[in-house]
């Protein structure tokens, strides 16, 4: 399984961006697909997930301004950002789950200027 991010890059704080992970290979279909994030020094956080129903949750930081959704003929996941905060630059992580084992994306940095 490969994933390919995009859509990461440099934003002003209050803007808006929208990263999205693309899957392909073996697996046609994926069970939890989310994002993660991870700033210098620190472990990498939960951001947002969906299930392959379309139950979503998000970190209580995000809450109001982040949206998850996919698209599961297509094996893609987005992230809209709204009303970004000016904070260290995060790296963005694409995961996704399927039959228990869990892939991740390279990730794609969001620097987020005041």
């Known amino acids: 399984v490969q994933l390919v991010e995009s859509g990461g890059g440099l934003v002003q704080a209050g803007g808006s961006l929208r990263l999205s992970c693309a899957a392909s290979g073996s697996i046609f279909s994926f069970n939890t697909m989310g994002w993660y994030r991870q700033g210098p020094g620190k472990q990498r956080e939960l951001v947002a997930t969906i299930t392959g129903g379309g139950r979503t949750n998000y970190a209580d930081s995000v809450k109001g301004r982040f949206t998850i959704s996919r698209e599961n003929a297509k094996n893609t996941v987005s992230l809209q950002m709204n009303s970004l905060k000016p904070q260290a630059t995060f790296s963005y992580y694409c995961?996704?789950?399927?039959?228990?084992?869990?892939?991740w994306g390279r990730g794609t940095q969001v620097p987020v200027s005041s």
């Open positions: 995961r996704v789950v399927a039959y228990r084992v869990s892939y």
